[in-house]
């Protein structure tokens, strides 16, 4: 499939009456605005394409959704129907997502790991929006009121797990597919439970937003399917994160590269 092609299927599916659209063939970008908000999006048709060879039509399902429930959210914070605390999540990103808005607008956020940073988002339903400053105003709340009140809906969230065994090894996924699955790694009581039950080393990971993997590496085969997995995983997300995953100890999240690398030097002066 041509870009251009992709652009008549992407129009065809959303419609013409709500949507004005800009396809740049030098940049080979697609630009979508709303007719009556005056607000849109951009979207890269490379990576929309790069994913089309694997995934085919449910690729370009996947983009109409994303489209049609961001474009729906912005009608709600039009019609400010959704600015209520109990409506605030955590979700978690790369450290290398933007930390402004389009409109320049700093997002609130919290440290996490070196691989990960905490942001905010105001649940619209099928969707939802990332806070930033300028919506502090609008919701008539702090930053700390922010962070306290995601850290209790994320305790809310359903934290069951399918398992699977490869090579000796146990895999726990979680996938709801509401958005927050990666968020479930802030649940510390949920990984303080999941540690219980855990006989090797417990493993943490969030390739993509849409997945949280919890592993209980028994042999150092364990380490390479890990690895293959969180890799996948990360290639095939609409939102990838990070396809490094965290050993969780004593109620902290280690790299396990770096983990790696204090074995070895440990190793070393051993010797």
């Not at 419609?15 to 979207?43: A, C, P, Q, V, W």
């Not at 065994?165 to 979680?174: D, P």
């Not at 597919?177 to 417990?202: C, P, Q, V």
């Amino acid at each position: 499939m041509k870009s251009h092609e992709l652009v008549d299927r992407l129009k065809e599916q959303l419609g013409e009456n709500r949507f004005e659209y800009h396809f740049d063939s030098e940049k080979d970008d697609l630009r979508i605005d709303h007719i009556k908000l005056k607000h849109g999006m951009t979207l890269h048709l490379s990576d929309i394409l790069a994913k089309y060879e694997t995934m085919k039509e449910k690729a370009i399902s996947e983009v109409v959704y994303t489209i049609e429930q961001t474009f729906e959210a912005m009608e709600k914070e039009a019609n400010e129907e959704i600015y209520e605390l109990a409506n605030v999540f955590p979700i978690i990103r790369s450290t290398s997502f933007p930390l402004k808005s389009k409109e320049g607008s700093p997002f609130i956020t919290t440290d996490h790991t070196a691989e990960t940073r905490i942001f905010y988002a105001l649940d619209l339903g099928k969707t939802y929006r990332i806070i930033d400053e300028k919506m502090l105003e609008k919701l008539n709340v702090t930053e700390k009121q922010i962070r306290e009140a995601a850290r209790f809906s994320v305790k809310k969230l359903s934290t069951k797990t399918k398992k699977d065994e490869v090579a000796g090894n146990i895999f726990y996924f979680l996938n709801e597919n509401d958005g927050y699955d990666a968020s479930r790694i802030l649940n510390e009581s949920f990984l303080k439970e999941m540690s219980a039950k855990i006989e090797g080393d417990m493993t943490v990971s969030v390739p993509h937003q849409d997945v949280l993997i919890i592993g209980d590496i028994r042999n150092e085969v364990g380490y390479d399917v890990l690895a293959q997995m969180t890799m996948h995983f990360f290639s095939v997300g609409m939102v990838p994160i990070t396809s490094l995953s965290f050993v969780y100890e004593d109620g902290e999240l280690e790299p396990i590269f770096i983990l790696a690398k204090n074995k070895v030097n440990k190793e070393q002066d051993e010797k």
